[in-house]
Nanobody
Framework: QVQPVESGGGLVQPGGSLRLSCAAS????????VAWYRQTPGKQRELVAT???????NYADSVKGRFTISRDNAKNVVDLQMNSLKVEDTAVYYC???????????????WGQGTQVTVSS
């Protein structure tokens, strides 16, 4: 089981930027797909972005063009660069090292504490 740790959240103004980091120590990290999710109270956890071991990326429509997911397998790190942040982006952001099943990302069942992103003027 890969247990990543999220960091980089904080309070930013609308239109600002944040860079989130997902760090994992597992030796299988470099061959596993990784996803960023987010969740706000009263809503289901939302898939924000995914990246395969080769670097292929996918994004939710709500963040496409504003967020960029990337990975450095040598450092066991996956980042989420968030630009042009909106109030609606406020959420706890979680990283999950999962796998693909029939071309769909499947997260591991365990979740960490996440990192809080608050966008407010």
């Amino acid at each position: 089981q890969v247990q990543p740790v999220e960091s980089g959240g904080g309070l930013v103004q609308p239109g600002g930027s944040l860079r989130l980091s997902c760090a994992a120590s597992g030796s299988s990290f470099s061959i596993r797909p990784v996803a960023w999710y987010r969740q706000t109270p009263g809503k289901q956890r939302e898939l924000v972005a995914t990246i395969t071991r080769s670097g292929r990326t996918n994004y939710a429509d709500s963040v496409k063009g504003r967020f960029t997911i990337s990975r450095d397998n040598a450092k066991n790190v996956v980042d989420l660069q968030m630009n042009s942040l909106k109030v609606e982006d406020t959420a706890v952001y979680y990283c999950n090292v999962g796998y693909y099943r029939d071309y769909l990302f499947v997260p591991e069942s365990s979740w960490g504490q996440g990192t809080q992103v608050t966008v407010s003027s």
